[in-house]
């Protein structure tokens, strides 16, 4: 560019859960300078009000007729990414086991996914140095002129043993089956399935660390900007 400032990078880095998506995306943007958005936030944020709100979550149709109401922001800081609804902080309301159970099928209505999609785009378009945004439909629906695309797989063991890891010794073999369940439910919907683009790149981590995962993926990214 004629001032010398680079141009702003878009990495999308889409997976199942447990892949390591949230992890990588975070560290490769705070180590790159960029912004970070974390779109599985958003579709847990817009689950968490319709619960709070009492919408039933088994009618798509009454789900489509309130995808408009709730105002959600995401605060892109990959040193401190925040999430509110209305002005309420729910960063630790939408990790809930209640919430995870059902957030597939509120972002399985079109409405939903039109709203928060829409949303996703105007982060990244504001995003000065670039973004790295991670989720299931990023490289394929959301952004898919992204200079990067990763697909993070791993075995669902892995995944499990990492997942209930994190839920403080929960049973593995209960978490594996639920993991399963909601990976068959995203990849199966009608309006943007979890899917890999033809052109990302698939990195499966089940054998690797998160820091070689990290630098694999800042690789790729310093690749594209020196034109390669
Ligand atoms: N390559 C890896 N090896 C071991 N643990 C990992 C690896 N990648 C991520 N983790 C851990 O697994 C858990 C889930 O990772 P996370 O980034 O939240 O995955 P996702 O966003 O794909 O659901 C976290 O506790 C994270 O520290
Ligand atoms: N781009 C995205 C991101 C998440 N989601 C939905 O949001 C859910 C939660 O995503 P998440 O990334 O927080 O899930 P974890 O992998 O962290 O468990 C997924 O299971 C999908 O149903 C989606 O439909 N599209």
Redesign the pocket.
């Known amino acids: 560019m004629e001032n010398g400032a680079a141009k702003p990078v878009i990495v999308a880095i889409d997976g199942p859960?447990?892949t390591g998506?949230?992890s990588t995306s975070k560290a490769v943007a705070a180590q790159l300078g960029l912004s970070y958005l974390d779109?599985?936030?958003q579709?847990?944020a817009i689950t968490w009000w319709m619960v709070t709100n009492g919408i039933d979550i088994d009618d798509p149709s009454a789900i489509a007729a309130v995808a408009g109401k709730p105002e959600i922001v995401s605060g892109t800081d990959p040193a401190h990414p925040t999430i509110t609804v209305d002005g309420t902080d729910v960063a630790a309301p939408i990790r809930t086991q209640e919430i995870?159970s059902q957030?597939?099928a509120v972002?399985a209505v079109p409405e939903v996914r039109a709203r928060i999609t829409e949303l996703q785009r105007s982060v990244a378009a504001a995003a000065e140095y670039g973004i790295v945004v991670e989720?299931?439909?990023?490289g394929t629906t959301v952004l898919p002129d992204a200079d990067l695309k990763i697909f993070l797989t791993a075995s669902p063991e892995a995944r499990a043993a990492r997942r209930s890891g994190e839920l403080k010794g929960a049973d593995v073999h209960a978490t594996r089956e639920a993991l399963i369940k909601?990976d068959a439910a995203?990849s199966s919907r009608k309006t943007s399935p979890l899917a890999k683009a033809d052109d990302a790149v698939e990195v499966d981590t089940t054998e690797l660390t998160l820091q070689q995962v990290i630098e694999c993926v800042v690789t790729l990214v310093e690749e594209k900007r020196a034109g390669k």
């Not at 989720?135 to 990023?138: A, N, Q, T, V």
């Open positions: 859960s447990g998506k949230s779109t599985g936030a579709y847990r995870t957030v597939s972002s989720g299931r439909d990023i909601r995203d």
